[in-house]
């Protein structure tokens, strides 16, 4: 049946019923459903929409089903995938739920990823959350609110991560920024080597301690890197790092972006909606 698909079927119908017809014979076919999805075929829209939202799903399949309900630009998708990122569901669901959120622009959206931020996210979470909130101006106002009010500490924020609110190119968020963080803009190469120096002389002023240390990775490195097994694997794995050179240690600190491996780099994408 197959072979006479290809041979008799297939050539004479038009791209968007082929896929539809591909698609039916072979429905848990994840290429064939996201062309489909594409193409705007409701049938496969609807089975991704049930891999997606069903509790019995596997995660692997609610992930991938999530990823391709992204293309769809459905706005009706917020609110079951808005109750995803709140229920119990894994980190990597919510964090697939995120990407879907994240392409619309609607208050609900901030709000209520506002309160997930401060009631039950894990930090690696958190930082995803942020990063939705962060790519729109009217998100970063409200999260930026939240911090003015105490609601959200500043600390918790890195400022890598921060400095990406510069780039919104808004006075109010700027004036935000200015004032709980500091001037996020980049520093000269003199001003670098100068806190580098500095660093150098309080590490020669008194020992270090090891377990001080550890608290400080999990609160602000962690939500990127990992170290012996812990953290998120979402920046370079620290544990290979020269760890045994404190120059390379406090250049990399002072400045991390002096040097970004090739699979690491960012890429800052605004697009024509904002």
Same mark, same amino acid.
């Given at each position: 049946?197959?072979?006479r698909?290809r041979?008799d079927?297939a050539p004479q119908?038009?791209l968007s019923?082929?896929?539809?017809?591909a698609w039916?014979?072979a429905p848990d076919?994840?290429?064939?459903?996201s062309?489909?999805?594409?193409?705007?075929h409701?049938?496969?829209?609807?089975? &991704?929409?049930?891999d997606?939202?069903?509790v019995?799903? &596997?995660?692997s399949?609610?992930i991938a089903a999530l990823?391709?309900?992204?293309?769809?630009n459905?706005?009706?998708?917020?609110?079951?995938?808005?109750d995803?990122?709140?229920?119990? +569901?894994s980190?990597?669901?919510?964090?697939?739920a995120l990407?879907?959120v994240g392409r619309?622009?609607?208050?609900e959206?901030?709000e209520?990823?506002?309160?997930?931020?401060?009631?039950?996210a894990?930090?690696?979470?958190?930082?995803?959350?942020?990063?939705?909130?962060?790519g729109?101006?009217?998100?970063?106002q409200m999260f930026?609110a939240?911090?003015?009010?105490?609601?959200?500490?500043? %600390?918790?924020?890195p400022?890598?991560?921060?400095?990406?609110?510069v780039?919104?190119d808004?006075?109010?968020?700027?004036?935000?920024?200015?004032?709980?963080?500091?001037?996020l803009?980049?520093?000269?190469?003199g001003e670098?080597?100068?806190?580098?120096?500095r660093?150098?002389?309080?590490?020669?002023?008194?020992?270090?301690?090891?377990?001080? %240390?550890?608290?400080?990775f999990?609160?602000?490195?962690a +939500?990127?890197?990992?170290l012996?097994g812990?953290?998120t694997?979402l %920046?370079?794995?620290l544990?290979t790092?020269?760890?045994?050179d404190r120059e390379?240690?406090?250049?990399?600190?002072?400045d991390p972006?002096?040097?970004i491996?090739?699979?690491?780099?960012?890429?800052?994408?605004q697009n024509?909606?904002g």
């Amino acid at each position: 049946a197959a072979e006479r698909f290809r041979r008799d079927i297939a050539p004479q119908t038009p791209l968007s019923e082929f896929v539809l017809a591909a698609w039916s014979a072979a429905p848990d076919t994840p290429a064939l459903t996201s062309l489909a999805i594409a193409l705007g075929h409701d049938d496969a829209i609807h089975a &991704a929409r049930h891999d997606a939202f069903a509790v019995d799903t &596997a995660e692997s399949q609610r992930i991938a089903a999530l990823a391709m309900l992204r293309q769809t630009n459905d706005r009706s998708l917020i609110a079951p995938a808005l109750d995803l990122i709140e229920s119990p +569901a894994s980190d990597a669901v919510k964090q697939a739920a995120l990407a879907l959120v994240g392409r619309f622009d609607d208050s609900e959206v901030a709000e209520r990823l506002l309160i997930v931020h401060q009631t039950n996210a894990s930090d690696a979470l958190k930082s995803k959350i942020r990063d939705v909130l962060f790519g729109r101006a009217a998100y970063a106002q409200m999260f930026l609110a939240a911090v003015d009010r105490g609601d959200v500490a500043a %600390g918790t924020v890195p400022l890598e991560q921060a400095r990406r609110l510069v780039l919104l190119d808004d006075d109010d968020i700027n004036t935000l920024v200015t004032k709980h963080w500091g001037q996020l803009t980049a520093a000269s190469r003199g001003e670098m080597l100068a806190e580098v120096r500095r660093l150098n002389n309080d590490l020669r002023a008194a020992t270090g301690s090891a377990e001080a %240390g550890r608290v400080v990775f999990h609160k602000h490195c962690a +939500a990127c890197h990992q170290l012996f097994g812990e953290g998120t694997k979402l %920046g370079p794995d620290l544990t290979t790092a020269n760890r045994q050179d404190r120059e390379f240690l406090l250049v990399s600190l002072v400045d991390p972006n002096s040097v970004i491996r090739k699979e690491f780099v960012s890429v800052i994408i605004q697009n024509t909606d904002g």
